[in-house]
């Protein structure tokens, strides 16, 4: 099956530094990826869609301008935390998207990062 | 609103007999439907999907149903083995949607010995 990778697996930082989070399909060509967060016990919440060469597109409640997302080849997207406070601490997940027999698209995802800012 | 449900937080099965897990939505745009399992502190693993034009795809252990009148599906797991623990999430997409899925709060599933 597609096989995605994430960078870092998990990273603790202080609040007010940025950190980047990078997404690869490493056996598939993505056009479109997609960032996730899961708070404790809940489902996984979709921040934004990454498309390949063009801005992400963010969900509803999302800051644009804290959570940047650039998604420049096939194969990589970044999501990149600025000015991270304790709040931002959490699961993130990505994902990439391709398509199986019958043209199900679906969505193969990355082992996520844990982030952690003190 | 919540799109997708799964009601049952948590499934306790005995290693060997059949797991069932069931998942509703209530949105009729969504034209395909996937599971995924999920380990702690790891991303989903896709399991299976299925389109709307069926009602049943199976792989192996795993087969989902759908019942598009009672928008509902269901995953069965036969027989089920202890690794089979983890949580599973269903999730429901619709084709003219930009790829986007709708994820349920999940099942946490548990095969005991």
């Known amino acids: 099956g597609a096989v995605v990778s994430q960078h870092p697996s998990w990273v603790i930082c202080k609040s007010g530094t940025s950190v980047k989070i990078e997404c690869r399909s490493l056996d598939f060509q993505a056009t479109t990826m997609f960032w996730y967060r899961q708070f404790p016990k809940k489902s996984l919440m979709l921040m934004a869609t990454?498309?390949?060469?063009?801005?992400?597109?963010?969900e509803q409640g999302v800051e644009k301008d804290k959570f940047l997302i650039n998604h420049a080849s096939l194969t990589l997207s970044t999501l990149t935390v600025t000015s991270a406070h304790p709040e931002d601490s959490s699961f993130y997940i990505c994902s990439a998207r391709d398509l199986l027999a019958g043209d199900i698209e679906t969505q193969y995802f990355g082992p996520g990062t844990r982030l952690l800012v003190l | 609103d919540q799109q997708v449900k799964q009601n049952s937080p948590s499934l306790s099965v005995q290693e060997g007999r059949i797991s069932i897990l069931n998942c509703d939505y209530t949105?009729?745009?969504?034209?395909?439907f996937l599971w995924y399992k999920k380990y702690p502190a790891e991303g989903p693993t896709f399991l299976i999907s299925i389109s709307s034009i069926k009602d049943k795809n199976e792989d192996g252990r795993f087969t989902v149903f759908l019942n598009k009148s009672a928008k509902h599906l269901s995953l069965h797991i036969v027989p089920s083995q202890p690794g089979d623990s983890a949580v599973y999430f269903c999730?429901?997409?619709?084709?003219?949607?930009?790829?986007?899925?709708?994820f349920g709060t999940g099942t946490r599933l548990q095969v005991t010995l």
């Open positions: 949105n009729s745009m969504f034209d395909y």
């Open positions: 999730a429901a997409g619709n084709t003219g949607t930009a790829s986007k899925l709708t």
């Open positions: 990454s498309n390949e060469g063009s801005k992400a597109t963010y």
